[in-house]
């Protein structure tokens, strides 16, 4: 997804959640059970935002049908690089409908796991709508 794309690479991670739909599903690299919803995902791309550095996409694949994306990615967390992948799926009306995203390596995954979960309570309060 175009869209998708430019923001992430214009760091504006607060305009992400104007693409995904209402019922988006959210795969994370480092949770076992799916987020579903606009505002837990949002806030979790926003999170996301806090703790990547040195972020660039480097190559895209797209489905055949338009409704599938492969953003593959490079950046860095707390000090360790990770090399991932953005699995993106939109709906009819072209609002992202899923997001799964895979990353490597093992010290990459932990590193952001790790930030993450220092983000994680105020995920929940941005995704409930209360100021963290």
Known sequence: MKEFRAAVEAGDFEGLGE???????FRSPVA???YEGKPIVAAILRGVGRVFTEFQYVRELEDA???GSALVFETVVDGV???G???IRTNDTGLVSEL???VR???GANA???AMAAQFDRIVAEASGETA
């Open 19 to 25: 693409l995904l739909a209402d019922d988006v599903v």
């Open 32 to 34: 076992f059970k799916p």
């Open 65 to 67: 049908d338009g409704h």
């Open 81 to 83: 690089s990770v090399n």
């Open 85 to 87: 992948i953005d699995l």
């Open 100 to 102: 799964t995203v895979m």
């Open 105 to 107: 390596p093992l010290s």
């Open 112 to 114: 952001l796991a790790a």
